[in-house]
């Protein structure tokens, strides 16, 4: 119950005081979707501690050089991380979020123990603190975001609550990662509007569709790559008929992935563009999909959005150019120092696209992956988007090859479909 919830994320804040957490300190959470996340989240927040959210795939190098960057004084993980964690060179407390902490090392405190450290007094922090995010996924260093201790802006939640049809009590079943901003938002939706969240631990189809199936869920939220795997699996005798939402972002999605959704499993699909850095900008309806598969939508009230040249001026529609956005969901800077370059006041996407003669936006790629090939600039994303239109193409992958008459070409990596006849 809500009054359960609570009481035990006081005793669960009092208790990381008693570890020696002060207000503002970082707390690393290394966790997949379940219980502890949640209530981990609300009990940091009540003691004033900032959460660090990790990515659960990272290899232990990568882990405690986050660690050592974000300066993290108590890491809650996974019983099933705990000998990442360790391998990872991390000193601090570490606090084992499932699972018995004895079976992997005698010297961790489970949160069992950290809760008995507390009371149920209630433990609230003086100003409203917001988590740090990372900006990337599993390779490479990535960078931490915060919004300088304030939380993510109202009006571009209310842009985005206005456009995708949420109702109090609703199901959400939800097995996109909490750690990045996507799964985040809507468990924080769900609970802005008294609806039920269905955690699911790990994405896997079986595990999701039996949630939704069993739950009679009326939400799901998922990233492009899901909508495919859902797609490539054998589904003839599900009913995901409850479905009046699928909520989908976190990259960009595929013409022919939205098309073969909705010709599948109905017009509920809602594809939101943005980013971790600039918030969210735009966003499609199945209304938008139909009518221009591909898509990333038209601007979300409280939300600006603009294509500029290289001279940082509005280009006309159907000309291409830099994506720029202005909203009161932006980060501030990112955690070891610098920000995203802004123009006007709006912030870099670091994407290129471009808006249609209705005010729809194509995101044609980002930035930096233009591939310069006989004179003539060609993003991945566009070759991309016509390879997946083959029926027998499951996934793709398009990237720039070193080549001696054109200077560079295109190489595709393709995953074929069962039984397809691709060479």
């Known amino acids: 119950t809500f009054g359960e919830l609570d009481r035990s994320s006081s005793a669960l804040a009092q208790g990381f005081r008693s570890l020696g957490l002060a207000a503002g300190d970082q707390l690393g ?47 809650v993980v996974d019983a099933d991380l705990v000998e990442v964690a360790e391998a990872s060179g991390y000193e601090g407390h570490v606090v084992v979020a499932d699972g018995d902490p004895d079976s992997n090392s005698g010297s961790h405190r489970s949160i069992d123990d950290v809760r008995a450290m507390g009371s149920s007094r209630p433990l609230l922090p003086s100003k409203p603190i917001a988590p740090v995010l990372l900006t990337s996924g599993t390779t490479g260093t990535p960078k931490g975001a915060r919004r300088a201790g304030r939380p993510a802006g109202l009006s571009s939640a209310l842009g985005v609550l206005e456009r995708i049809p949420y109702q109090a009590g609703d199901i959400a079943v939800i097995p996109t990662p909490l ?30 569709l039996d949630a939704v199936e069993a739950e009679r869920a009326t939400v799901l939220a998922v990233v492009p790559v899901m909508l495919q795997r859902i797609l490539a699996a054998d589904t003839h005798d ?15 999605l595929p013409a022919a992935v939205a098309t073969a ?23 499609a309806t199945p209304e938008d999909l139909r009518a221009a598969p591909g898509t990333a939508g038209r601007v979300i009230p409280g939300t600006v959005v603009e294509v500029v040249d290289e001279s940082g001026d509005p280009v006309a529609s159907g000309e291409t150019g830099l994506i720029v956005v202005g909203s009161d969901g932006q980060f501030t800077e990112y955690t070891g120092g610098g920000t995203k370059d802004r123009i006007r006041g709006l912030m870099s996407s670091g994407d290129v696209g471009y808006f249609d003669a209705d005010g729809r936006l194509f995101v044609t790629g980002r930035a930096d992956d233009m591939i310069v090939s006989g004179g ?13 239109a083959h029926d027998d193409v499951v996934d793709v992958m398009v990237v720039g090859v070193a080549d001696d008459e054109f200077g560079q070409r295109l190489a595709a990596f393709v995953v074929r479909g069962p039984g397809g006849s691709i060479d």
């Not at 599900?238 to 960009?252: E, F, M, T, Y």
């Open 376 to 388: 003539e600039n060609v993003f991945p994303l566009e070759v991309e988007e016509v390879l997946l």
């Open 29 to 75: 959470v290394l966790c997949a979707n379940h219980r502890d996340f949640v209530e981990v989240s609300i009990a940091a927040a009540k003691a004033g501690l900032v959460c660090v959210y990790l990515n659960t795939g990272f290899a232990a190098p990568q882990l405690g050089e986050v660690l050592r960057r974000e300066g993290v004084g108590a890491l």
């Open 179 to 208: 750690f990045h901003a996507w799964g985040l938002v809507q468990l924080t939706i769900a609970a802005a509007t008294a609806s039920t969240a269905v955690l699911v631990r790990r994405f896997d189809v079986g595990a999701t």
């Open 238 to 252: 599900r009913d995901l008929s409850s479905l009046r939402i699928v909520a989908c972002s976190g990259s960009a």
């Open 261 to 283: 959704w909705m010709d599948r499993f109905g017009d509920n699909l809602y594809n939101l563009y943005g980013s971790t850095e600039v918030g969210q900008a735009t966003l």
